[in-house]
């Protein structure tokens, strides 16, 4: 009880006693007794009613820090029991996957009732492998070669297309007199093979060159060191990373870093022949189940806001990909992030759903190249549970357009 309250009830009660005072000294003592009376009751009703709109105002001032902090969705209310969750990558950690490391280290996935681990993947591990087997719940994947899997029969479905566009590029040194796929005539072409090879032939075939006669694929390393020591004319490289790599190495010739004044680069998203990459795929089996439907948007709607998040607070975004273990310098890993937030925003229908031309595409160069013999069923992307997860988000920016890139200046060996 207020201060305020007590005196008031401590009034009322000498007022009383005064009263029962004037019944016996006239009438005078005990009209002024009485307006004496009500004038105490109004305070006391006056004091009562302030008290009662302080503990309200602390109510509801209350009630509004707890809606802030668990959000202003039944999704986040409190949990009454956590889903175990395995993610799997389709690489080691870097920022290519730094909307999932956001995630878990901000609490997105928690709040949403998910306990996520986190599996890295390696040049010997298929995601979407790991997806069918059942050792993951849900994985990270590039579309063709998700799309080739579920041809063989593992049933897999895509329920949120991240990456709104290729990050596959051709580079290679100017003097080489490659500008565009039509160049490479006679010259020894770098590729990675494992189904990262099909944009490249793609871009070729388009252009009116066949690989067995015209010029020759070389087998590449992830990394870039066959261009840098003239081993091959052009060399396959992620915005994100391999190209990168170039631009942290010295230069022989001028002792400093090369630059992008030095590289020709091809990008297949210009040349009308880029595939879409890293989506997420879930068990197709388990749709349909609403526990597994239920945990699937849960699952979504964390990794967007773990990937908006790092869209909009960059730096402290790199710190999580590199306290997951990251081998690659904090400059390399900021480039990226940069980068992989280009592949992502904008996002026109909000992230995660899926560009019906940009899908069509994928399909036709898939087709084209013989990834696949034939178009894949309706069923094998659904924009459902991207749509649910958006709506679970409320007022939240899905579509990031208004974010603009920022310049990143890498160093030696991107330390």
Not at 12 to 41: E, N
Not at 103 to 109: D, I, K, Q, R, S
Not at 145 to 170: H, M, P, W, Y
Request: charged share 20%; aromatic share 8%.
């Amino acid at each position: 009880m207020s201060n305020k309250n007590t005196r008031g009830w401590r009034l009322l009660a000498m007022l009383l006693a005064l009263a029962m005072m004037a019944a016996a000294c006239g009438s005078d003592v005990t009209d002024a007794v009485d307006g004496a009376t009500d004038a105490a009751g109004d305070a006391v009703d006056d004091a009562t009613d302030a008290a009662g709109d302080a503990v309200d105002d602390a109510t509801d001032a209350a009630g509004d820090a707890v809606d802030d902090a668990m959000g202003d969705d039944d999704a986040m209310a409190a949990c009454e029991g956590m889903d175990d969750v395995t993610l799997q990558l389709q690489w080691f950690a870097q920022s290519q996957f730094a909307g999932y490391y956001a995630a878990v280290a901000e609490g997105f996935y928690e709040a949403r009732c998910l306990n996520v681990t986190i599996e890295e993947g390696g040049v010997d591990i298929v995601p979407q492998q790991q997806l069918g087997s059942g050792a993951a719940d849900y994985a990270i994947s590039w579309v063709p070669k998700a799309l080739g899997s579920r041809a063989e029969g593992i049933d897999i479905v895509n329920v949120a297309q991240i990456f709104q566009r290729s990050g596959t590029l051709q580079v290679s040194f100017k003097d080489s007199g490659i500008s565009g796929p039509g160049d490479f005539s006679g010259k020894n072409i770098g590729s990675w093979g494992y189904g990262n090879e099909f944009e490249l032939l793609a871009g070729a075939h388009k252009a009116g060159l066949d690989e067995s006669a015209d010029f020759t694929i070389v087998g590449q390393n992830f990394d870039m060191l066959a261009l840098i020591n003239g081993e091959i004319d052009a060399a396959q490289a992620m915005t994100y990373n391999e190209y990168a790599q170039v631009l942290e190495t010295i230069n022989p010739d001028t002792g400093e870093l090369f630059t992008a004044d030095d590289l020709t680069v091809i990008d297949w998203n210009e040349e009308g022949t880029a595939m879409l990459q890293d989506a997420i795929w879930a068990d197709g089996t388990k749709l349909g189940d609403a526990a597994y439907d239920d945990q699937t948007t849960r699952f979504i709607a964390a990794s967007m806001e773990g990937w908006m998040w790092c869209r909009d607070n960059a730096d402290a975004c790199v710190n999580h990909v590199l306290d997951a273990g990251s081998t690659l310098g904090a400059t390399h890993q900021t480039w990226q992030l940069n980068e992989i937030n280009k592949l992502i925003w904008p996002s026109a229908g909000g992230i995660g759903v899926m560009d019906q031309g940009l899908w069509d595409q994928t399909i036709t160069v898939a087709t084209g190249e013989g990834v696949l013999a034939e178009a894949p069923d309706a069923e094998a992307f659904t924009t459902q549970y991207a749509d649910e997860a958006i709506n679970l988000l409320g007022d939240s920016d899905t579509t990031g357009d208004s974010w603009s890139p920022v310049t990143v200046v890498l160093t030696e060996g991107g330390e």
